[in-house]
């Protein structure tokens, strides 16, 4: 037998032995998340379109809830889910944290967060938050809120004093008056306003970084074409819920648990028109950054521009 024959009866053999090692290699699960702060992955759960989409290829869904960007992240590192739901400026902070991860798609633009104090109290900017208590989700977009707003006015973490809770206690701490201030999500901060009179004595929407979808890094390199569906999946929803507000916000009073007025509140408070990554969506998690660097949450030394360019990744966005 020539040499070319056996090179290429090797070559043919080697491609029957990869084919089915290939196919193999699809996950027989993907596991994403679920969040209040994110409608559209309620609609994506509750219509179950990512099962539907991916039925034929034999992968399965699993879902899983977040409670808060810090939780998504924690997840996301721990390898318990592969895309999950964060603030862009929560995502920055923990890729510059060791946390591989890239951001491969938006869910919306949102004014989630707000600084939030009870009727009474008489507060009325940042300033007035020295010496006081602060109830905040460390890792999350409103504990950047925060910090950037103590920032603008000359303040830092050491001038107040924080009190470490998830979002939904948080939120029970102001009511009960066990804190002075709240650093406030959707929808817990609407039922507040709406139920408890509660009062959002900072606001400042363009300091909300955009909520976005974040890949596992591995997960992302092993199975683009995964990433890339879901996405997909995604825009979809994007474009249901554009089409019908009134059955989005009754999926979301389903979800929550809470009244329609609530939950039409946070949907006031939220931007579904971007398809995807944008220029916007960089800037505004690099400007995010830089203030986080200022206010010495992100050390000195990091280069911030260059960990946004390699947290935000656009190859997987849906066409």
Not at 68 to 78: Q, R, T
Not at 219 to 224: C, D, G, K, L, V
Request: hydrophobic residues 45%; contains cysteine.
């Amino acid at each position: 037998m020539s040499l070319c024959r056996r090179s290429f009866l090797r070559s043919s053999a080697a491609a029957v032995v990869l084919g089915p090692l290939s196919a193999r290699a699809a996950p027989s699960e993907i596991r994403l998340d679920f969040a209040t702060y994110n409608p559209l992955s309620l609609v994506l759960k509750e219509k179950g379109l990512v099962e539907k989409a991916l039925a034929s290829d034999g992968i399965g869904v699993r879902w899983v809830q977040t409670l808060g960007s810090n939780k998504a992240l924690e997840f996301l590192n721990a390898g318990s889910i592969d895309i999950g739901s964060t603030a862009g400026a929560a995502a920055l902070v923990g890729r510059i944290n060791g946390n591989p991860i890239k951001t491969v798609g938006v869910f919306s633009r949102p004014e989630w967060t707000a600084l939030v104090c009870r009727t009474n109290t008489p507060f009325s900017s940042p300033a007035d938050l020295k010496g006081k208590s602060i109830a905040v989700t460390r890792g999350t977009d409103p504990h950047i809120f925060l910090v950037r707003a103590l920032d603008s006015a000359g303040l830092t973490e050491k001038d107040v004093r924080l009190v470490l809770l998830q979002h939904p206690d948080g939120k029970t701490a102001l009511i009960r008056g066990d804190v002075d201030a709240w650093a406030g999500l959707d929808p817990m901060m609407a039922q507040a306003e709406i139920e408890n009179g509660a009062k959002l004595f900072y606001r400042k929407p363009e300091a909300n970084t955009w909520g976005v979808l974040n890949a596992r890094e591995a997960f992302a390199a092993q199975n683009p074409d995964l990433v890339k569906r879901v996405l997909a999946i995604y825009e979809e929803a994007r474009q249901w819920a554009l089409a019908n507000p009134a059955e989005l916000q009754a999926i979301m009073a389903k979800e929550t648990k809470l009244p329609q007025n609530i939950v039409a509140r946070q949907l006031e408070r939220t931007d579904h028109s971007n398809k995807g990554l944008t220029d916007a969506t960089r800037q505004t998690v690099l400007e995010a950054g830089l203030a986080l660097q200022k206010a010495r949450v992100i050390k000195a030394d990091v280069d911030v521009r260059g960990a946004t360019e390699a947290l935000i990744d656009t190859r997987f966005a849906a066409s």
